[in-house]
């Protein structure tokens, strides 16, 4: 499968944006989703997460309140919709498909295709 991350670009703080996963080759519909991000020399960090049937999801911390994952299986796309940003939510995003899990996991290792990643950048 291949995975199209977009959406991405440079918003002031306290803006939104609409990031896309887009899957090509394969379905989504039985596949967890994750995203990911990557500040500039930092390791890449969960950000969230959607279980294969959307029942169940998954933030990391940082994002509670101010992210939401959702997925719509007939676009065979997965969203992360990030509101509030803020500066230190400047990173490369990326989103990742793994198993049929129903609860979504957080370790980048357990995901087995990525897409190549959309920058989010942040003004203050």
């Known amino acids: 499968v291949q995975l199209q991350a977009s959406g991405g670009g440079l918003v002031q703080a306290g803006g939104s944006l609409r990031l896309s996963c887009a899957a090509s080759g394969r379905t989504l519909n039985d596949a967890a989703v994750g995203w990911f991000r990557q500040a500039p020399e930092k390791e890449r960090e969960f950000v969230a997460a959607?279980?294969?049937?959307?029942?169940?999801?998954s933030y990391a911390d940082s994002v509670k309140g101010r992210f939401a994952i959702s997925r719509d299986n007939t676009e065979n796309t997965v969203y992360l919709q990030i509101n509030s940003l803020k500066p230190e939510d400047t990173a490369v995003y990326y989103c990742?498909?793994?198993?049929?899990?129903?609860?979504?996991?957080?370790?980048?290792?357990?995901?087995?295709?990525w897409g190549q990643g959309t920058l989010v950048t942040v003004s203050s």
């Open positions: 990742a498909a793994g198993r049929p899990w129903l609860r979504p996991r957080t370790g980048p290792h357990e995901y087995d295709y």
């Open positions: 959607i279980g294969w049937s959307g029942s169940m999801t």
